[in-house]
């Protein structure tokens, strides 16, 4: 019996599932639990977390790539190792990059670039799916993973920049007639800008998106 | 001494890497369930920290450093290696860990184990590297201050996570909202401690 074996198309219903279940129901931050380290540090203003989506993006994407091309060379306990050098050398790179173009950003992230290296959504998507799967898909896995991670920085970094300090993207959005020191009634929440106020944030977003979404519940 | 113990006393409870720097919280969400498990985690930690921050602390000093290779050949005194120090530190973590994992295991097999099952999990806990790279950044001067560091560190970790497993515990007789249940409350609560220990910034010895 001769099977025909037709070719996946690149953007096949099951690769577009890949591409955006992490965004909502397989969210690596609220509902994977990884990677939260440093989603939380870099949240105070909105121009860091857009820089830091898109380098977790890029070096989840391109790690996914490599290990799926090299998956079946790698000796399975040396594989920690492999994958930490592949990383770390993708973050490298990153890194050199974000210095050479965006300076103060970099300067802002400060250790937490170096981090991306043991951020867990690398490792465990890493472990959970490059390993086993083709390099296409697995290279669409983490760019949905760092998209699903990216949306829940950009979320918590919006709120804490409008709260915090009455502006996005630096351009402000508050009034700065409204503030009691020009005779108004406002004034920004300190607290937001504290590292206290991002982790009540994301428990809150967990809190709406559970309760949309009632097989996310945890007894 | 008295710079010493300020080191020790702000990277416990100041620069507490959980509530102040929020490194660690994948295994700090996932493993604080019990009392019992979070403990075994967190002396792993300290442990682990004692040992490669001193580490990564020579091999910046020795190796990474711009002129840091005078010592074997005058020529290397221009060379600056510092951008290979994530892979050199990761590298240096892993491969300790490797090791620390075998000595205990020789020397000390009830301690094994109970820590066994979480020294590999270290290898990719962010604190261990954040406390690398926290060293490195803030330039200690000497390996008795980075070592004083990464001690602190790994005790303000292990503080953390051995409280808010306590603190779980008891929560499973309280009647929480459905959705919150879990990790959301587990994140308030982190949130709200942290505000707890912020009242500790600002002291010196």
């Not at chain 1, 609220?30 to 870099?42: P, Y």
């Not at chain 1, 950003?105 to 890493?126: A, D, E």
């Not at chain 1, 300190?190 to 991002?198: D, Q, T």
């Not at chain 2, 590999?120 to 261990?128: E, W």
Request: glycine share 8%.
């Amino acid at each position: 019996m001769s099977e025909v074996k037709e070719r996946e198309p690149w953007f096949s219903p099951k690769n577009i599932k890949l591409l955006t279940e992490p965004i909502d129901s397989k969210n690596p931050v609220t509902v994977l639990v990884l990677g939260i380290c440093s989603a939380l540090a870099v949240t105070v203003k909105l121009k860091p977390a857009i820089v830091m989506a898109i380098s977790v993006t890029v070096v989840t994407a391109f790690s996914n790539l490599i290990i799926s091309l090299i998956r079946n060379s790698i000796p399975n306990r040396i594989r920690i190792i492999v994958q930490l050098v592949v990383i770390a050398a993708l973050v490298i790179l990153v890194d050199q990059i974000l210095k050479a173009y965006v300076y103060d950003v970099s300067k802002q992230l400060s250790v937490f670039v170096g981090l991306i290296i043991t951020n867990c959504i690398i490792m465990g998507r890493l472990e959970a799916f490059a390993l086993g799967n083709k390099p296409w898909p697995s290279f669409l896995d983490g760019i949905g993973n760092g998209l699903g991670y990216g949306l829940i920085l950009v979320i918590v970094a919006f709120f804490r920049e409008l709260l915090g300090s009455g502006t996005i993207f630096n351009y402000r959005v508050i009034p700065i007639d409204w503030y009691i020191k020009n005779g108004g009634f406002y004034e920004n929440n300190g607290m937001m800008i504290l590292p206290p106020m991002a982790l009540i944030t994301v428990g809150i977003i967990i809190w709406i998106q559970r309760s949309r979404n009632r097989k996310l519940i945890e007894d | 001494m008295e710079h010493l113990i300020n080191i020790f006393v702000k990277s416990i409870f100041v620069d507490n890497m959980v509530f102040a720097y929020f490194l660690g919280m994948c295994s700090y969400l996932a493993v604080s369930k019990t009392v019992k498990t979070s403990m075994g985690l967190g002396i792993a930690v300290i442990f682990v920290m004692a040992i490669t921050v001193p580490v990564n602390y020579l091999m910046n000093k020795y190796l990474l450093l711009p002129g840091a290779l005078n010592w074997l050949d005058p020529g290397f005194a221009n060379l600056d290696l510092s951008f290979l120090s994530f892979i050199m530190f990761i590298a240096v973590i892993a491969s300790m860990v490797q090791l620390v994992e075998m000595v205990v295991e020789k020397f000390s097999p009830s301690l094994y184990n109970s820590l066994g099952i979480f020294l590999p999990l270290i290898a990719v806990n962010c604190a261990i590297l954040g406390g690398s790279l926290f060293m490195q950044e803030r330039e200690y001067e000497t390996l008795a201050e980075a070592t004083v560091f990464g001690v602190g560190s790994g005790i303000g970790w292990a503080l953390a996570i051995v409280s808010i497993a306590a603190i779980r515990e008891k929560l499973k007789y309280s009647d929480i909202p459905k959705p919150l249940r879990g990790l959301g409350i587990a994140f308030i609560l982190t949130g709200l401690m942290g505000i707890a220990f912020m009242t500790f910034m600002g002291i010196k010895l």
